[in-house]
């Protein structure tokens, strides 16, 4: 699914809203599962991983969730996209207008925004995730946007937890496709096979 207005999804740009994100597709996986399809697992890149991370933490019926390069500490790397004092210029204007190199407008951030990003608690939402969710975090060692520590974190935290670093990746995974899909692929089958868990959809 793209989240709105990834790609060709309507609505507008949100900063953070990884609430919203995850009750999106609560609504996606209900969809799915009224039609009588049996949701398995959830996949998520970058903020996607923040995504699917928080909807296991409140939903509890998807049995296989992969973060791959989602961010731990979502209080870093907003300077890098909103510039310095940030804080100091959205209390002020309420909003930050984020701008490309020509100078030209891409998106702008409401003050909400970077406060739902804020407030949102990945430790929490790391440790309510049931021991019965697998969860695999895949993360590159050379990750130019979210350091490989991140992950280190999410593995501290979720106790039904896999850890694959994939030495030379960076956050894209340029010239590592085939590496990433494979352990994706990998993990998938080896729990569906076993077919244990005890998180199934409700048809």
Do not use: W
């Not at 923040?50 to 907003?78: C, M, Q, T």
């Not at 204007?93 to 406060?115: H, Q, T």
């Not at 019965?132 to 999410?154: M, S």
Request: glycine fraction near 8%; proline fraction near 2%; charged fraction near 30%.
């Amino acid at each position: 699914m793209d989240s709105e207005p990834q790609r060709g999804s309507d609505g507008e740009f949100q900063y953070g809203s990884y609430r919203k994100e995850a009750a999106d597709l609560r609504s996606v996986v209900l969809h799915f599962s009224e039609q009588k399809y049996d949701i398995v697992a959830l996949i998520g890149h970058s903020k996607g991983g923040n995504a699917v991370l928080l909807y296991a933490s409140k939903y509890h019926d998807v049995p296989i969730i992969v973060n791959i390069s989602g961010r731990f500490a979502l209080e870093r790397g907003i300077e890098g996209r909103l510039g310095k004092n940030f804080m100091m210029r959205i209390n002020k204007d309420g909003y930050i207008d984020v701008k490309n190199r020509k100078g030209e407008l891409e998106y702008r951030v409401a003050r909400a925004s970077l406060e739902d990003r804020l407030s949102t608690d990945t430790l929490f939402s790391s440790r309510a995730i049931s021991k019965d969710c697998r969860v695999l975090t895949i993360h590159g060692a050379k990750d130019e946007i979210v350091p490989a520590e991140d992950a280190l974190q999410f593995a501290a935290n979720i106790r039904n937890h896999e850890l694959r670093i994939i030495a030379e990746a960076n956050h894209r995974y340029t010239g590592h496709e085939e590496e990433l899909v494979s352990l994706v692929l990998g993990f998938l089958r080896s729990h569906l096979h076993q077919g244990t868990s005890r998180l199934r959809p409700k048809l």
